[in-house]
């Protein structure tokens, strides 16, 4: 469990996580989705320590990350910034992190085995690939037998079968009952992982919802109708619970919890004319970016940026 | 790279340890050895103490029936045989940046304090482990330079027995001196993160502070020289005690720099963002 508390990391005069406050529960998978520079790796990096809060605290199963006993086996945490020395094996580098935590060295060639790199693992990190690179990454992670499990972009540089390989292992990891936190500037990647999903932009939290939620949200499967008769054609769609009518303005509807054909059968039984009856599709990426575009809207908004408020406007 | 399609079941350890300071000097252990730089760096401080003598006797040795009077006598069996030591703590000093620096520069520094966030053992086992591989290789070798040495020195009768004064305690101090040198690059590298700069602030305050002292007036400078890193631990060398500082007091001040160096490391490492 990752518990964030009004958490804000100032560089300078930039302001990279701003008062950011979320818990990440553990036994599901949470997405961490945000545009690139949106904080998410600062506040990874704040979770671990790595960076100092200007204000507030983040605990990690209850305690500052840097006050655990054992912190690799609270934390497993893959950096999205390369953190292996490239003179060093694959090998060495495992054991090197094992033996801080008295680690056999039965558990590094098991997860090596693991994460497939049985083949190269005597072979000097800066050798590898980026996709072997996370592979390493990911097996360092895991050393420790973590309760809390994070991840910062770990399918960059991955092909398909590396892609689908983390997808499963997330799963099986949150199945387990652990805690698993990742990071992604792609929805619909998140969408396929996640049950859970924290949504940053320029360093504020933006929405903090589940999968599904967000996913019904955003597609809504809202249908446009015009219609000379729009008032008669919404009292006749209104009967079920989970339909919602509104009227955009007179002769236009918006209409959800109905498809486009159910609405044009219900219209063509009353003799209703029906000049229009467009789905509104709403591809996931957008809602996403729609939610981030508020953000910088907002901050537009407060007047203290006119750049920013030229961008929003155009 | 073998295809894992489907996730097996994670290996699970039963009785997971905490974090040690013995356990974090074994991980620099394993760190320390598993680099060619530190391969390469030892080597050629071995090779530079040892070879380098050999030369410098053997240059010696054959210039001896033709030195003056005067070169005779300034000559001591002993000095000639240290050349090699003036190298060494180059390579030495260089290592010790490279050992934190190297962390920096590769992104390693985020991954050793992310196992140990407390961040001060890894310094202290850093400098442990660095401190006594230096002197478990530099004793011998300065031992080994000695007896090469003085063979080829025998040649012209002009050698000296290990039991002759002053011996033993230079041979000792010169592998103390060479670790001190390194463990003072190991706290400037930690305190300036960054390769080049590190090794240019250890060449700077070792080799170039001495020389650039004699623009000032020559009181202050013969007050404020022996002071100097270099000098003050170099006293410990000196086969004709009696100058400013005594070498055990010499080689003690010497450690001293290398110690603050180190104490404003860790003071910083505890405090900077990673």
Partial sequence: MIEAHNLTKDYGKKRAVDELSFVVEPGIVT????????????????????DAPTAGTVTVNGKRYRDHQAPLHEVGALLEARSVHTGRSAYNHLL????THGIPRRRVNELIDMVGLHDVAKKRAGTFSLGMGQRLGIAAALLGDPQTVMLDEPVNGLDPEGIHWIRNLLRGLAAEGRTVFVSSHLMSEMALTADHLIVVGRGRLIANTSVDDFVRHASGNVVRVRSPQAEELRDQLVGSADVTVTIVEPGLLEVSGLSAPQIGETAARHGVVLHELMPQQVSLEEAFMDLTRDDVEFKAGSGSEPVAATEAAA | MSSVANVEPLPRTPGLGRVTQARVAASEWTKLWSVRSTRWSLFSAIFFTIGVAALACAVVSHHYPRMSPHDKADFHPLEVNLAGVQLAQLALGVLGVLIMTAEYSTGMIRASFTAVPKRLPVLWAKAVVFGFV??????PAVFIAFFVGQAILAG?????????????RVLVGAALYL????????????IVRNTA???????????VLPPL??????????????????QAGQAILSTTPGGHLSPWVGLALFAGYAAIAIAVAAVLLVRRDT
């Fill in chain 1, 31 to 50: 997405g961490f989705l945000g545009p690139n520079g949106s904080g998410k790796s600062t506040t990874m990096r704040l979770i671990l320590g790595l």
């Fill in chain 2, 134 to 139: 230096t002197f478990a290789l530099m004793l």
């Fill in chain 1, 96 to 99: 090197a992190l094992a033996q």
């Fill in chain 2, 156 to 168: 012209h009768n002009i050698d000296i027995g290990l039991t002759a004064p002053h011996v033993i």
């Fill in chain 2, 179 to 190: 670790t001190v040198a390194g463990l003072f690059g190991l706290g400037l590298g930690a």
């Fill in chain 2, 213 to 230: 002292m004699n623009v000032l007036p020559t009181s202050w400078n013969d007050a404020a020289s022996p002071y100097l890193p270099l």
């Fill in chain 2, 197 to 207: 700069g590190g090794i240019a602030s250890f060449a700077a305050i070792m080799f």
